[in-house]
């Protein structure tokens, strides 16, 4: 893959956030989803790089709480943290956007609307921006915040909420965040501009599978 390439992907990325309609629209013309998803996962991947020192903290804290842990229990805790992490930063997007491109798909279909699958996997990685932001501000967060206590850090309305609380108030909370409302409509613009369909159809598709996702978190 050229550095040309990579060279433009970025760019789309940085002028997703600005205009976003323009970008989806280029994008839909000429997709690349190699480029795109290097540099989000190498994005990723540094934001787990910059958190793991109190993500490995946080959760040899949560072991001990249980069981008295040997150096080698510590050791492989630490290991199964790192490569939990990294694994996440990998494949997390792609299968985040994956799932959510198929039930797209599927929704178009039953409504007879015709767009490429790839250009649709393409436009909704980009889509994918605001989530990565979210995930930046979160780790600079981690870093001047106690191992113990990271798991208070939330860009969700949640965040007002103590994080002990189990209520229902608290679950629907933790699932409404301004990043991926953000990240919705940037999927729904490029929705519109795959299936040439009006903006208004595509927010619904895209809303509307939210909302669902929300209820099933909520239940499960």
């Known amino acids: 893959m050229s550095q040309e390439s990579k060279g433009k992907a970025f760019k789309n990325i940085m002028e997703v956030i600005t205009s976003p309609v323009k970008v989806m629209n280029n994008i839909e013309g000429n997709p690349r989803i190699w480029s795109y998803w290097i540099v989000i996962t190498v994005i990723e991947l540094l934001v787990i790089l910059v958190e793991m020192p109190k993500i490995v ?5 949560n ?6 842990l040997s150096q080698s229990a510590i050791s492989f805790v630490k290991i199964s943290a790192v490569i939990s992490g990294i694994i996440t930063a990998l494949i997390g997007p792609a299968l985040t956007v994956l799932i959510l491109s198929v039930f797209i798909k599927v ?3 039953i409504l007879k609307e015709k767009g490429n699958f790839k250009k649709l996997y393409c436009v909704n990685l980009i889509a994918y921006v605001p989530i990565v932001i979210s995930n930046i501000l979160t780790a600079v967060v981690m870093i001047f ?9 939330s860009t ?3 965040v007002f909420l103590n994080s002990s609380t189990n209520t ?3 679950k ?13 409509i940037l999927s729904s613009i490029g929705t519109s501009a795959v299936f040439k369909i009006s903006m208004k159809k595509a927010l619904i598709i895209n809303f509307g599978i ?3 996702s929300v209820i099933i978190m909520i239940l499960v």
Do not use: C, M, P, R
């Open 57 to 61: 903290g946080y959760t040899i804290l």
């Open 63 to 68: 072991a001990q709480q249980s069981v008295n």
């Open 107 to 109: 929704i178009t279909s």
């Open 145 to 153: 915040t106690e191992a113990q206590n990271i798991k208070n850090i």
């Open 156 to 158: 969700s309305f949640a």
């Open 168 to 170: 229902f108030i608290y």
């Open 172 to 184: 629907l909370l933790s699932h409404i965040d301004i990043f991926y409302i953000w990240s919705i």
């Open 210 to 212: 939210y909302i669902l």
